[in-house]
């Protein structure tokens, strides 16, 4: 199969999700990019899908800059762990960052996005596993967290982002990231990966960040 061969089956599979959850809107797909050349995204970008997501700000300065001046619709998502001193770059380059959990970054982020007159949709990062070797606030700090960045810093944050535990069920998870959404008053979940995307559709996932289904292996 082609990499147009596997987006295709993964948009279908998206579509299938979606009717067997009954749901009436669709989940938008961010293509996961990292650590994969701009040889290989080409193609992807050429049979017109406009979303991307990347883990690493240096990672994704070596290729987006170009290809997002030569498909200029293009929407890029920062998915990984953004340190502060990254700020300036991050907020360059992409148009939505996915992964603000500690307050540093919230005031980095503002204090960059106000230089540089640019307003970047965010998303809140939460630890629903309370993992100790992976980022994001924890579950019960979530909602204080959310009204800091919003009534304090005026943050866009539009909605919450999680990676579950890797040996995990991912329905908990994903039920729990829908809960602490209506509780903040947020409506975007973006959840759900390669391996468990089709249920992230049918737990509210607005968005799902799929790339070695599409791309193959790393």
């Known amino acids: 199969m082609t ?3 596997r987006f295709n089956e993964i948009t279908d599979r998206m579509e299938k999700a979606a009717n067997d959850a009954k749901r009436a809107d669709r989940a938008s797909l961010v293509v996961v990019s990292k650590t994969f050349s701009a040889e290989e995204i080409i193609p992807v970008l050429e049979a017109g899908h406009r979303t991307y997501g990347e883990n690493r700000v240096q990672e994704a300065q070596g290729k987006w800059p170009a290809l997002k001046a030569r498909y200029p ?10 340190q502060s001193n990254k700020a300036a770059e991050a907020v360059a380059l992409f148009d939505v960052i996915e992964t ?3 307050e540093k970054i919230a ?5 960059e996005m106000d230089r540089q007159n640019r307003s970047l949709r965010l998303y809140v990062q939460v630890n629903t596993g309370l993992e100790p070797q992976k980022a994001g606030i924890a579950p019960d700090d979530t909602a204080a967290f959310v009204d800091f960045c ?3 810093l005026g943050l866009d944050v539009e909605g919450l982002m999680c990676i579950p535990p890797a040996d995990e069920n991912p329905r908990p998870h994903f039920a729990l ?5 209506r509780s903040c008053g947020l409506e975007k979940l973006s959840m759900g990966m390669s391996s468990d995307f089709e249920t992230a559709i049918a737990f509210g996932a607005t968005s799902v960040r799929v790339g070695s289904a599409i791309f193959g292996t790393r």
């Open 107 to 111: 005031r980095a982020l503002k204090q």
């Open 177 to 181: 990231l829908a809960k602490l959404a």
């Open 150 to 152: 919003r009534s304090e």
């Open 100 to 102: 603000i959990d500690r």
């Open 73 to 82: 619709e293009v929407e890029l998502h920062l998915i990984g762990p953004l």
């Open 3 to 5: 990499v147009i061969d």
